[in-house]
């Protein structure tokens, strides 16, 4: 009984990490379209140019920008943090 049921969760975890990687990758390519439908039409993230992101930023405050980024923005913390630190490199700081 216990083998059945270990197996039984083996199955079930391999099933719904599967789901979630294509989830992922599925979510990713909608966001890669998204970000060149956006650059070709000249349009720019709104969060890039809010001083509210700019300030700490400018301050070496990192982290409070990611912050303050995913709450304008509702993105994921690795989202906002790849996206305050293009912000920073655009921004040359």
Do not use: C, W
Request: without cysteine; hydrophobic residues 45%.
């Amino acid at each position: 009984m216990e083998i059945l049921l270990s197996a039984a969760l083996v199955i079930l975890a391999v099933f719904l990490v599967s789901t979630r990687s294509r989830s992922s990758s599925r979510e990713a390519a909608i966001e890669r379209k998204l970000d060149l439908v956006m650059r070709h039409l000249g349009i720019e993230d709104p969060a890039a140019d809010s001083p509210d992101v700019l300030g700490p930023l400018m301050q070496g405050q990192k982290i409070q920008a990611i912050k303050v980024y995913r709450e304008q923005t509702g993105a994921s913390l690795a989202e906002a943090k790849a996206a305050v630190e293009q912000i920073a490199r655009n921004k040359g700081l």
